[in-house]
T-cell receptor, first 116, second 109 residues
Framework: DSGVTQTPKHLITATGQRVTLRCSPR?????VYWYQQSLDQGLQFLIQ???????AKGNILERFSAQQFPDLHSELNLSSLELGDSALYFC???????????????FGEGSRLTVL | GESVGLHLPTLSVQEGDNSIINCAYS??????FIWYKQESGKGPQFIID?????DKRQGQRVTVLLNKTVKHLSLQIAATQPGDSAVYFC????????FGKGTMLLVSP
């Protein structure tokens, strides 16, 4: 158990809908990362938050947004869903030392999104 | 468990063999490299890391080799066990952590 909790584990929805994925990082970790894993694209970095602020942005679509709340949990919002958004969405958290990521990310078990 | 990928390079070995998984990274400015293991239905799990000022690092049954000249990283697993069967990802860190596409390791008893 990595200590990172993601909900829901599975989600099935229709095209055009909006969903919210939730992540609770490990106790004490200030950084939260979101990754998308699909069959043909591997693990794609979406976005990182550190202590409530956006730290880095990757290949995140404009239809997607995220935030990190004062209690450090994070939510990833996916809207106007398309078939191609079907994937595993992972959240990870990490220890920051002096404001810098040590590199070791602790991953949750993912949320499997299926868009029909 | 759920499959994480059907189009990955696959390495098949016998139990007890040594396994070598290779990875080419893209950014010559990357200064930190990590190997992750992902079992079916689970999130990636940290195995071992190496900084760019090193060319070899050993852990328990695992060794990572870094060749910066050709931007190549390898993971060696000694005495491979069935429990090592998983998808292995290398990742490089510059400003963010970027993952490679992964290699599936299949260990036969």
């Amino acid at each position: 158990d990595s200590g990172v909790t993601q909900t829901p584990k599975h989600l099935i929805t229709a095209t055009g809908q909006r969903v919210t994925l939730r992540c609770s990082p490990r106790s004490g970790d200030l950084s939260v990362y979101w990754y998308q894993q699909s069959l043909d694209q591997g693990l794609q970095f979406l976005i990182q938050y550190y202590n409530g602020e956006e730290r880095a942005k990757g290949n995140i679509l404009e239809r997607f947004s995220a935030q990190q709340f004062p209690d450090l949990h994070s939510e990833l919002n996916l809207s106007s869903l398309e078939l191609g958004d079907s994937a595993l969405y992972f959240c990870a958290s990490s220890v920051e030392v002096g404001g810098f990521n040590t590199g070791e990310l602790f991953f949750g078990e993912g949320s499997r999104l299926t868009v029909l | 468990g759920e499959s994480v990928g059907l189009h990955l390079p696959t390495l098949s070995v016998q139990e007890g063999d040594n396994s070598i998984i290779n990875c080419a990274y893209s950014n010559s400015a990357s200064d930190y490299f990590i190997w992750y293991k992902q079992e079916s239905g689970k999130g990636p799990q940290f195995i071992i890391d190496i900084r760019s000022n090193m060319d070899k690092r050993q852990g328990q049954r695992v060794t990572v080799l870094l060749n910066k000249t050709v931007k190549h990283l390898s993971l060696q697993i000694a005495a491979t066990q069935p429990g090592d069967s998983a998808v292995y990802f290398c990742a490089e860190s510059y400003s963010t952590l970027t993952f490679g596409k992964g290699t599936m390791l299949l260990v036969s008893p």
